[in-house]
């Protein structure tokens, strides 16, 4: 790990006009880390997640980036073009849905390849190649190339997602939810799968998730959300083994056991 | 002077012509960069040229001579409609032969006959947004121009290879003009998309129903896009035209009988009968008296 932060969040606040979304939320996350965001439903975190993606617009606060040449730059201050730049190079962004994240209408291989193109990429055979060695790891077998993701299941789907977010080698990725929607057994795959991809790449990660299993198993750290605040922030383990908020207490204990 | 003296010269009145004019200065000055104008509704349906003819009434003047052309020919209903309106609402004097003409409006091709410095070609577009299909959000799509994100268009250049075996792209080949704006030649076929680069007309595109003028200046850098390994190439067709004997133009494939007889012909008429008068006779031709 290196000895300076990827992200820094200081006092970061949403309003939706006179309703919050998420207020003063502060953290900092290291590069290989894995930061889990859980809570209920309306507590905020999806509103945090798309505020850090620079997808909405802070009321107050910053988020200072550090760049790939090493400068720290305010992700809400950096002008359109290079924060889209931005978000299709260094970051990634795997939503719940996969429909929302793929072009449904073109091939697996055409969505693994448009960063690549995006970038600049302009030799086919080249772009086919990393097309096919992404399909590999993430497990979709390589005579589905060409086939369009709408004949994929949801499982496929989601895999195909993160190869096309990963081609470009992101330094940070945020997740909505992504084993929401998928059945357990396939779950667990993705789940191993991104833990084994977020280990290899040495990617950093803010995932967002209602499912404390999830963010057991993938997440270094957690901040645990209620009504637009963070109520509680620590590592993983010590989050769900000793919850201190009464609240943590109550969401930990509400864990379903077979 | 009869009824038609009715109408102001080339049919628009002069603030409109002027309008129409200031927006082909602005895309002449940003080759390849779509400019929104005020469309007017002319006598003709959607589809049958409006930008262009909207385009052509703003340029034209009484010392101009104008050639239509539809699908490369002279005589077919929208080409000879479009003569004959110019015909009673300018007076100008009309031709089909592309060296007279200072003026060629054309809807699908560009004439085999190299243009020269001081003419002018008016396309006709039903849609210039080169990224339409791909990205259907009009903001998106201008921003995406704005910020020279045209990755998308190779997107589509990628599934055509992917589903083809090379780029299955025939017409509407997508150019970058002068390095900057990606743009839609309008459907002309991509055996044309060379004839575009550093042409020494002006070329200017009309879209009425879309509402956008853009333009290419004459020696303008016009490059189609493609892949380092398949590149861009143009139509090749297997035998030279029954008519005149011509290789290396455009043909069309008309239909004889129900029996599969068929012939290839000049798509440009007027290139094909002047090949005709200068004595060139293809297998299926008549020598010319």
Known sequence: ??????????????????????????????????????????????????????????????????????????????????????????????????????????????????????????????????????????????????????????GMRQRLQIARNLVTGPRLIFMDEPTGGLDVSVQARLLDLLRQLVGELGLSAIVVTHDLAVARLLSHRMMVMKDGHVIEAGLTDRVLDDPREPYTQLLVSSILQV | MNAVANYNFAYLDEQTKRMIRRAILKAVAIPGYQVPFSSREMPMPYGWGTGGVQVTASIIGPDDVLKVIDQGADDTTNAVSIRAFFAKVAQVKTTTHTAEATIIQTRHRIPERKLEAGQILVYQVPIPEPLRFLEPRETETRKMHALEEYGLMHVKLYEDIA???????????????????????????????????????????????????????????????????????????????????????????????????????????????????????????????
């Open chain 1, 1 to 154: 790990m290196s000895d300076e932060p990827l992200l820094r969040v200081s006092n970061l606040t949403k309003y939706y006009g006179s309703r919050l979304g998420c207020a003063d939320v502060s953290f900092e996350l290291w590069p290989g880390e894995v930061l889990a965001i859980v809570g209920e439903s309306g507590s905020g975190k999806t509103t945090l997640l798309n505020t850090l993606s620079a997808n909405l617009e802070p009321t107050s606060g910053e988020a200072l980036y550090r760049m790939r040449m090493g400068e720290w730059r305010n992700i809400y201050e950096l002008s359109e073009a290079e924060r889209r730049f931005l978000t299709r190079t260094d970051w990634g962004f795997v939503h719940q849905n996969p429909a929302d994240g793929l072009r449904m209408t073109v091939s697996a291989g055409a969505n693994v390849g448009e960063r690549l193109m995006a970038v600049g990429d302009r030799h086919y055979g080249r772009i086919r190649d990393t097309a096919l060695d992404w399909l590999g790891r993430v497990e979709i077998a390589a005579d589905r190339i060409d086939d369009q993701p709408r004949s994929f299941s949801g």
């Open chain 2, 163 to 289: 589903r083809h075996g090379r780029i299955a792209t025939t017409y509407a080949y997508p150019v970058k003009v002068e390095g900057r704006y990606v743009m839609d030649p309008s459907p002309t076929p991509k055996f044309d998309n060379p004839k575009m680069h550093r042409s020494e007309a002006l070329q200017l595109f009309g879209a009425g129903r879309e509402h956008r003028i853009y333009a290419v200046p004459p020696h303008t850098e016009v490059v189609s896009l493609d892949f380092e390994d398949h590149p861009f190439t143009v139509q090749h067709f297997a035998e030279p035209c029954a008519l005149c004997g011509a290789e290396q133009v455009y043909l069309d494939e008309v239909i004889l009988d129900d029996r599969g007889g068929h012939m290839y012909v000049c798509s440009d008429t007027d290139h094909c009968e002047e090949r005709r008068d200068a004595g060139y006779v293809g297998v299926m031709g008549e020598a010319a008296e």
